[in-house]
């Protein structure tokens, strides 16, 4: 499986930005996909989780009520809807992956989203 995200950029506290992962190669394995992101200098957390078929998302506290997953499962494509952007959200976002049948969870190169205040 490989992962892709775009999306990321500039914008001004208060914007908004839609990230996408594009998921390819054995895309039928996939199960749950998630958003991580690393702000400089510190560990990397998790932001957001859906299931397979899109049905149970989780949120982390810090983004409830700003930011959105979703997924199309017919274009292999994550979404990652972010509103009300603060400076905070500042950081380099991961899409992932997990695989029916197997405990590794695949990783995308990251996408950068800078909120400038």
């Known amino acids: 499986v490989q992962l892709v995200e775009s999306g990321g950029g500039l914008v001004q506290a208060g914007g908004s930005l839609r990230l996408s992962c594009a998921a390819s190669g054995s895309t039928f394995s996939i199960n749950a996909m998630g958003w991580y992101r690393q702000a400089p200098g510190k560990q990397r957390e998790v932001v957001a989780g859906?299931?397979?078929?899109?049905?149970?998302?989780n949120y982390a506290d810090s983004v409830k009520g700003r930011f959105t997953i979703s997924r199309d499962n017919a274009k292999n494509t994550m979404y990652l809807q972010m509103n009300s952007l603060k400076p905070e959200d500042t950081a380099v976002y991961y899409c992932?992956?997990?695989?029916?049948?197997?405990?590794?969870?695949?990783w995308g190169q990251g996408t950068h989203v800078t909120v400038s205040s």
């Open positions: 992932t992956a997990d695989v029916h049948g197997s405990f590794r969870r695949y």
């Open positions: 859906i299931t397979s078929g899109g049905g149970s998302t």
